[in-house]
């Protein structure tokens, strides 16, 4: 059964930093498209960031390009988010997904698996 399990949310001060990390089993991770969505109260659940299955493309939103940096580390099944310079509009639940052969710009109807989310506070 595939288990994707987020972790490193907590509470920061608008301009800090986070890191984020999804630890993935059940699942031949390196075939993967591993991507980052969040959902905001009253919110519809957004993009944020992507990195196909090959780790050779990686995408962003719009709103966190720059400050945000998807990466993944095959040996331990894991992918991360590294969350700079955060905004209090950065406040959401995010959420770790995953698809078979993904590709680089995927839609929440895209992805097959989802973690439980890990919520981040960013306070102004």
């Known amino acids: 059964q595939v288990q994707l399990v987020e972790s490193g949310g907590g509470l920061v001060q608008a301009g800090g930093s986070l890191r984020l990390s999804c630890a993935a089993s059940g699942l031949s991770f390196n075939r993967y498209t591993m991507a980052w969505f969040r959902q905001a109260p009253g919110k519809e659940r957004e993009f944020v960031a992507v990195?196909?299955?090959?780790?050779?493309?990686?995408d962003y939103a719009d709103s966190v390009k720059g400050r945000f940096t998807i990466s993944r580390d095959n040996a331990k099944n894991t992918v991360s988010l590294q969350m700079n310079s955060l905004k209090p509009e950065d406040t959401a639940d995010y959420y770790c997904a995953a698809r078979l052969y993904g590709g680089s710009r995927p839609t929440v109807d895209d992805m097959a698996n989802w973690g439980k989310g890990t919520l981040v506070t960013v306070s102004s």
């Open positions: 990195i196909r299955w090959s780790g050779d493309i990686t």
